[in-house]
């Protein structure tokens, strides 16, 4: 029985469907927050929730991407790289005189290509989508050392007002920004005919173009939106450190991004997902290491429980597959 009919058992109510797919989820993050506010005097300040909320921005804006490209049935494991160039290009261009946000302009179009890139290699060469784009996370975290010669690079108080500015006098720009981005994915996965075309995609590709659905044109389009928003991560990256340094981004950001879509309950063979579960998944992850930091726990352990989560994620998600 699921969280959701136990639910509808005992309370004689029913969840709404966006709701109650993601219930047990909700379930988990309310129970870390519990205990964690139970035992941490720090955990419910403002400080501290501003703090988590800046740094979760970045994974919302990629994983927002990586959601829309895997219900099509594709995946991506580059934006953590294209994110690391992206912000050692803003932070080099800035250096180097150019304006700030003609920077950011640069480096948006470059996280472009490189997804168009990407796109094409996949459905031009049809090679698979987890090898074309781990080659070119490969390539890219080259590029972005190389850019950096292995220092920081500051941009000073350049991009202030992206990575220290705020709202209403209390919300984070970054914070914004990324549920403006989250708003506007959610969306188009929801009320566009392009997002209607990914779903169909997902589920079945040959069936999605015998039907006339434009799938070539389509995964091109879902790899660069996909690149955009990666650049658009560093670019918050580099506002938000105030600047560019080695390391910044990479592999260890893209899992992250891959575990957040993943909790959140989006195929990983295409077909179905919600941005909703992928926003709780990117709350689950970010909540899950501030309360290992405010427990004083070895920061190894973070990496085993966000192993375990995405695992038990990954076999809820096979599941549910299954059944469907």
């Known amino acids: 029985m699921s969280a959701a ?14 709701v109650a797919r993601h219930v047990g989820l909700l379930s988990v993050l309310l129970l870390i927050g519990l205990f964690t506010s139970l035992n941490s005097e720090v955990f419910l300040t403002t400080p501290n929730l ?4 800046q740094q979760v921005a970045v994974v919302a804006v990629l994983a ?21 160039v992206s912000h050692a290009v803003v932070a080099k261009l800035i250096q180097g005189g150019m304006d700030e946000w003609a920077a950011v302009l640069v480096a948006l179009a ?24 781990l080659a070119s996370s490969t390539i890219l975290t080259g590029v972005a050392l190389l ?7 500051s941009i000073g108080d350049h991009l202030a007002v992206l990575g220290f ?20 994915v959610g969306v188009l996965m929801r009320w566009s005919a392009f997002g209607r075309n990914a779903f169909a995609i997902g589920g079945n590709e040959s069936a999605a173009r015998l039907s006339g659905i434009p ?8 790899y660069a939106l996909g690149g955009f928003l990666a650049a658009l991560g560093g670019v918050m990256l580099v506002a938000r450190l105030g600047a560019a340094s080695p390391g910044t981004g990479g592999l260890p950001l893209e899992l992250t991004v891959v575990a957040a879509v993943v909790i959140g309950g989006t195929s990983l063979h295409g077909g179905s997902g919600t941005l909703v579960g992928t926003v709780l998944g990117v709350l689950l992850l970010g909540l899950v290491a501030n309360s290992l930091n405010l427990l004083q726990i070895d ?3 973070q990496d085993i429980a966000v192993g375990t989560v995405l695992m038990i994620a990954a076999i809820v998600n096979h599941q549910r597959g299954r059944r469907t």
């Open 147 to 153: 850019l950096l010669d292995g220092m920081s690079v």
């Open 165 to 184: 500015g705020e709202l209403f006098g209390a919300i984070p720009s970054l914070v914004v920004l990324a549920v403006l981005v989250c708003l506007a």
């Open 50 to 53: 501003v703090n988590v909320s």
């Open 64 to 84: 927002a991407g990586l959601t829309l490209l895997m219900t099509a049935g594709g995946i991506d494991f580059s934006l953590g790289a294209i994110a690391a």
């Open 5 to 18: 009919s136990a639910f509808r058992d005992r309370t004689g109510l029913s969840l709404p469907p966006g």
């Open 110 to 133: 470059l996280g472009t290509a490189i997804g168009l890139v990407n796109g094409g290699v996949v459905t031009v060469f049809s090679v698979a989508p987890f090898v074309a784009t």
């Open 299 to 301: 920061p190894v352990y």
């Open 215 to 222: 799938v070539v044109r389509s995964k091109l389009l879902l």
